[in-house]
């Protein structure tokens, strides 16, 4: 501690003899703290100042590039325009005449009944259907099962993305079109913390089942289809099938109306709605004969290489 006011001074001899602690280059506690209390203040302020310099600087620097832009624009060279129209374009939509091909819109449906009014089973079935030609489904057929009053819909689809693809398209169509919700089977909601509801979850076993009321989708793999036989097993042995002229709601350049009869392994080709089996346009099954396999490669002498000992690609 400090010497009293009353004790001897720097330099003097005390009471005992002892000289006191010199007061040159020593604080008071209160000033000490009050000094620690600036340091750490002046430290936590420095990111402080430094984002805020950061800050402005970025400002500045924007709002000196859009003026720079604002007075340069009317003088800017061709290359610059040229450069900034195919940025533009890259970020354009693709969809038309010049990207991805639309496709050409279903036929319209009259979906009323007798009394004039609209029947919404008829909606759904319609817009499942179409929904499926949309994204290139493959041999699309519908029936009547329980009697007439529940309606079974099959589609084909070539691949899983193009499974996952038609289900999407038809769930979405459904809930925005149609103002309905899927029916899960075993009730609860498709979410992550519930998986195995979801349309990509059911799209990787080669199968997706969009239930809803009055109304079955299947969407399924050519395998998957001809395994199950859910159409030979409701027709077949619970004789419950009534079929459902589903060709009038396709598109004419679709592949709804196109059959899969090829069995699993088997033989056959895609056949069309209403083609018999063995009837083909093209003649095909007459040069059955003359295709078969192809002959095994045989060796020309006229044409052979004349090997050379002494290249290294014969050795």
């Known amino acids: 501690a400090a010497p009293a006011a009353s004790g001897p001074e720097w330099g003097e001899a005390g009471a005992e003899g002892a000289t006191p602690w010199p007061a040159v280059g020593r604080r008071s506690g209160a000033a000490s703290g009050s000094s620690r209390t600036q340091s750490l203040r002046r430290v936590a302020m420095r990111p402080c100042c430094v984002a805020v310099v950061a800050m402005a600087a970025l400002v ?112 979405d169509d459904m809930r925005h079109k149609m103002r309905i919700k899927r029916i899960l089977s075993r009730g609860g909601r498709a979410s992550s913390r519930n998986p195995g509801f979801s349309i990509r979850d059911e799209a990787g076993a080669g199968w997706v089942c969009l239930r809803y009321e009055r109304i079955t989708i299947n969407v399924m793999t050519p395998v998957q289809r001809t395994y199950y036989d859910i159409e030979g097993i409701w027709r077949d042995d619970n004789q419950d099938y009534t079929k ?72």
């Open 60 to 171: 500045g620097v924007g709002l000196l590039d859009g003026t720079f832009w604002a007075f340069t624009a009317p003088f800017a060279t061709r290359e610059v325009a040229s450069r900034r129209l195919l940025s533009t374009a890259r970020r354009a939509n693709v969809d038309g005449a010049f990207g991805v091909l639309q496709e050409t819109p279903g036929p319209l449906i009259d979906t009323r009944n007798n009394d004039n009014e609209e029947d919404p089973l008829l909606a759904c079935l319609v817009t499942a259907v179409q929904s499926a030609d949309r994204k290139r489904g493959v041999d699309i057929s519908a029936f009547w099962v329980r009697n007439k009053w529940e309606v079974v819909v099959i589609v084909t689809a070539l691949s899983r993305p193009q499974l996952q693809a038609i289900a999407n398209e038809i769930a």
């Open 244 to 315: 459902i002229p589903v060709e009038v709601m396709l598109r004419g350049d679709g592949f709804g109306d196109m059959r899969l009869t090829k069995e699993l392994g088997g033989g056959g080709a895609p056949q069309r709605a209403g083609q018999e089996e063995g009837d083909d346009d093209d003649d095909w099954g007459d040069d059955e004969e003359d295709i078969g396999q192809p002959a095994p490669f045989e060796k020309n002498p006229d044409n052979e290489y004349d090997i050379d000992e002494d290249d290294p690609f014969w050795k």
